[in-house]
């Protein structure tokens, strides 16, 4: 049982916005940095936004994370067919000394 | 181009033993710390345990704790896992990740395609 906290799936139509949520606790994301990872189906995990809002090289300004408090936010604009995947969050939980993913969120473009 | 390649996955009777190991290259292995995660079939990511650069430090999952150990051979640019009394509950797809740290900022940025490890009898 994931201490982190997502929808189990959200959905819009090609060219919309989707936001995911990521809910934690003191312990995790509200000390900690968080990354997001996406996973198209039958595909390894992928970073998609490291230390709360930053983009690795290639990908695509679409994708954006912010943080506050003990949430964040992963939000992706001008969606395409090829965004469908399941979008884990992840950060280290300082009380647990584990890391800890979010329960994870699949999007569904209509 | 970084790349980490999974093995030792199989089938398993319950209470048995599996040694996972993940091949790495591309980059200098000694200086990341290298985790293993999990992804049961249809469920989320779980992560497993983490092992520091130098072997020195590691960390697990309340799950697997007493029954997995995490260790690494700098010399060979290999990481393992030894799973033992093993339980139908750690059928799984086991990744191995590279961890990236910098000014205190962690994260997975490479991911091997997983092994496939089946507990069952």
């Known amino acids: 049982q994931s201490v982190l906290t997502q929808p189990p799936s959200v959905s819009a139509a090609p060219g919309q916005k989707v936001t995911i949520s990521c809910s934690g606790s003191?312990?995790?994301?509200?000390?900690?940095?968080v990354s997001w990872y996406q996973q198209l189906p039958g595909t390894a995990p992928k970073l998609l936004i490291y230390?709360?809002?930053k983009r690795p090289s290639g990908i695509p300004d679409r994708f954006s994370g912010s943080k506050s408090g003990t949430s964040a936010t992963l939000g992706i604009t001008g969606l395409q067919t090829g965004d469908e995947a399941d979008y884990y969050c992840?950060?280290?939980?300082?009380?647990?000394?584990?890391?800890?993913f979010g329960t994870g969120t699949k999007v569904t473009v209509l | 181009e970084v790349q980490l390649v999974e093995s030792g996955g199989g089938v398993v009777q319950p209470g048995g033993s599996l040694r996972l190991s993940c091949a790495a290259s591309?980059?200098?292995?000694?200086?990341?710390?290298m985790h293993w995660v999990r992804q049961a079939p249809g469920k989320g990511l779980e992560w497993v345990s983490l092992?520091?650069?130098?072997?020195?430090?590691?960390y697990y999952a309340d799950s697997v704790k007493g029954r997995f150990t995490i260790s690494r051979d700098n010399s060979k640019n290999s990481l393992y896992l030894q799973m033992n009394s093993l339980r139908t509950e750690d059928t799984a797809l086991y990744y191995c990740?590279?961890?990236?740290?910098?000014?205190?900022?962690?994260?997975?940025?490479?991911w091997g395609q997983g092994t496939l490890v089946t507990v069952s009898s």
């Open positions: 990740a590279k961890e990236r740290c910098t000014n205190g900022v962690c994260y997975f940025d490479y």
């Open positions: 591309g980059f200098t292995f000694d200086d990341y710390a």
């Open positions: 092992i520091s650069g130098d072997g020195g430090s590691t």
């Open positions: 003191s312990s995790n994301i509200g000390n900690n940095y």
């Open positions: 230390d709360n809002n």
């Open positions: 992840g950060t280290w939980d300082s009380s647990l000394s584990t890391y800890v």
